[in-house]
């Protein structure tokens, strides 16, 4: 089992910046695919990126390309989520998952996650 904390998340003003972190630890998560996902009050949980090692392929929902980086720094067990040019409507808890091998928009897919991190965003 992997047990995932996350943190970095805070207040920012709209156009401002944020990044995550997701630090894994239990097991080496180099080959897991490491995903983010937010709920926002009142909202289902919602899919946000991911990166699958195998494949060196990351994915994002289409309200967040262009804004929202993942990376990974497999030395520190780390996942990172950059967030510029935020938006309010960015607003929610940020969790992030891990599941072996393959990638998977739905939350159901993944059996470890961390506990979430606030990004409130103001306008």
């Known amino acids: 089992q992997v047990q995932l904390v996350e943190s970095g998340g805070g207040l920012v003003q709209a156009g401002g910046s944020l990044r995550l972190s997701c630090a894994a630890s239990g097991r080496t998560v180099s080959t897991y695919v490491m995903a983010w996902f937010r709920q926002a009050p009142g909202k289902e949980r919602e899919f946000v990126g991911s990166f699958t090692p195998s494949t060196g392929i990351t994915a994002y929902i289409d309200s967040v390309k262009g804004r929202f980086t993942i990376s990974r720094d497999d030395a520190r067990n780390t996942m990172y989520l950059q967030m510029n040019s935020l938006k309010p409507e960015d607003t929610a808890v940020y969790y992030c998952?891990?599941?072996?091998?393959?990638?998977?928009?739905?939350?159901?897919?993944?059996?470890?996650w961390g506990q979430g991190t606030q990004v409130t965003v103001s306008s």
């Open positions: 998952a891990a599941r072996r091998y393959f990638p998977s928009r739905d939350g159901k897919h993944y059996d470890s």
